[in-house]
């Protein structure tokens, strides 16, 4: 017959040097919500950055190469670069996609002097192009605060 006895009156009482159990629902200390938020900060100023603080060396040059990939090819398209204040929602949501590049985005009047050309369909695709690194860019952020937070492995 099974004694219903709890388990640690079978097996003895804990070690002293054991570490005490910690709930389930305890709050995330701050310290590492500071953390979390200073490496988002980071992978969205620097594709990958975020990552490489995280020490995962692999993810951090994959975002980077595919973000600057993204934004450079838009660029050398002569893709538009929206700016803030930009006409109506699509504007609006586009500058909200470019800004998402970081650093690409802030360069972007260095590395596209000539301005953009949409007479071309290259420029419209370069457009498209530059949108895309900047949501690429902010799923890293998204997976680094998510690492660093310790919601994901």
Known sequence: MIDDAPIESIAGPPAAHSEPARSES????????????VIA?????????????LRRRGKAAAFFVAVAGLALLG???RGDVFVPGSDGPFGMLGFLADIG?????????????????????AGDYGTRLI???GIVNMLAVIDAYETAGRRRT
């Open 101 to 121: 590049g970081g650093i690409f985005y802030v360069l972007s009047r260095v590395i596209e002097y000539a301005g953009s050309d949409l007479s071309r369909s």
């Open 75 to 77: 660029y050398a398209m």
């Open 131 to 133: 949108a895309a690194a």
């Open 26 to 37: 305890a709050p995330v200390q701050p310290a590492r919500r500071n953390s979390a938020a």
């Open 41 to 53: 900060a980071a992978a969205w100023i620097i594709p990958g950055l975020g990552h490489l603080l």
